[in-house]
């Protein structure tokens, strides 16, 4: 099989089956994945967040821009996950549960670590009127929360990981994929939208509690549309804080994004300036919440300085 067709015309019983065998190969723009795996959890985690996205089966007129897998290794008292990608396992193995957290943590890892021909950042990133918010963060800050927020409310996705920065034109091109929700966060989102679609539940990982939020339609429909950025906004979570936005200066905004960049050491002074050009049209501001609806009548009211 070589041609496309989305991931929901696949019954449950025979995605399995294709996983198990010779997987099959996940269009995520602007990628392929090729994706093996026997561990039941991965297949019910496509199957439910990546139903809409494109798949064909693997073969010699597909190509694929990374060959990854989840496998189980059996011990006698608890088996575990192992990833691999070309055959390598670069992490150490975990719990059997977590094998569906672990491909998307190991796919975020496969682009930031091999895909120097685009500028990454660590970021959560979203586009509202053709314009683009990147929300560079450490963990615990909010970040994924506030972007699993602003996406239910008709922000466009873009990621919730990484900006994908092109050089040349100083656009971000799109990675939409599932929103990792950590702890709390899962609860929350899923009392601010109870429709909502959350994938499978992996308890006490190394982040606590994880689970993914299924992307927009939206979000996937213009799964190929760039767009340039407009504001850097450093959110930070604080519970029982009141609403306080500050403007940070451009060059400790430029400071930030640099250290937040995977690989603009890569792209040697080209990148760095890529990186100046995107903080100098940007609005940049620091963003203390403690009340989600509150940050978000914020964003809706956002108007770019620059057109």
């Known amino acids: 099989?070589?041609?496309?067709?989305?991931?929901?015309?696949?019954?449950?019983?025979?995605?399995?089956q294709r996983l198990s065998g010779p997987g099959l190969c996940l269009v995520i723009s602007p990628f392929v994945m090729h994706i093996r795996s026997p561990i039941p959890v991965v297949a019910?985690?496509?199957?439910?967040?990546?139903?809409?996205?494109?798949?064909?089966?693997?073969?010699?007129?597909?190509?694929?821009?990374?060959?990854?897998?989840?496998?189980?290794?059996?011990?006698?008292?608890?088996?575990?996950?192992?990833?691999?990608?070309?055959?390598?396992?670069?992490?150490?193995?975990?719990?059997?549960?977590?094998?569906?957290?672990?491909?998307?943590?190991?796919?975020n890892w496969c682009v930031t670590s091999h895909c120097h021909r685009l500028l990454t950042v660590h970021s959560a990133v979203l586009e509202n009127h053709g314009h683009v918010v990147l929300l560079p963060a450490p963990p615990g800050s909010g970040k994924s929360t506030l972007c699993a927020a602003l996406m239910l409310n008709g922000w466009r996705l873009l990621s919730d990981e990484m900006a994908l920065l092109d050089v040349d034109t100083g656009r971000v091109l799109p990675f939409p994929r599932p929103v990792s929700l950590k702890n709390r966060s899962i609860d929350v989102i899923r009392r601010l939208d109870p429709s909502v679609v959350i994938g499978p539940v992996a308890h006490?990982?190394?982040?606590?509690?994880?689970?993914?939020?299924?992307?927009?339609?939206?979000?996937?429909?213009?799964?190929?549309?760039?767009?340039?950025?407009?504001?850097?906004?450093?959110?930070?979570?604080?519970?029982?804080?009141?609403?306080?936005?500050?403007?940070?200066?451009?060059?400790?905004?430029?400071?930030?994004?640099?250290?937040?960049?995977?690989n603009h050491h890569v792209h040697g002074r080209a990148g760095f300036e890529a990186l100046s050009r995107v903080t100098d049209r940007s609005d940049c501001h620091d963003l203390r919440y403690g009340d989600l609806d509150q940050a978000l009548r914020w964003f809706s009211e956002l108007k770019p300085s620059l057109p």
Do not use: C
């Open 204 to 262: 006490d990982t190394m982040k606590g509690t994880v689970a993914h939020l299924k992307v927009s339609s939206l979000s996937l429909e213009q799964a190929r549309v760039s767009a340039p950025p407009a504001w850097i906004v450093f959110p930070k979570y604080e519970e029982g804080a009141s609403l306080a936005v500050t403007e940070r200066p451009k060059a400790q905004a430029l400071v930030e994004l640099a250290s937040n960049s995977f």
């Open 44 to 107: 019910r985690g496509l199957g439910s967040l990546y139903a809409e996205y494109l798949f064909s089966g693997p073969g010699p007129s597909v190509f694929a821009d990374f060959h990854v897998a989840v496998l189980p290794r059996r011990r006698w008292y608890k088996p575990l996950s192992v990833f691999q990608m070309d055959g390598l396992q670069p992490f150490t193995p975990l719990a059997l549960e977590e094998a569906f957290a672990f491909l998307e943590w190991g796919m």
């Open 1 to 16: 099989m070589s041609e496309f067709a989305p991931l929901h015309s696949l019954s449950p019983q025979v995605l399995q």
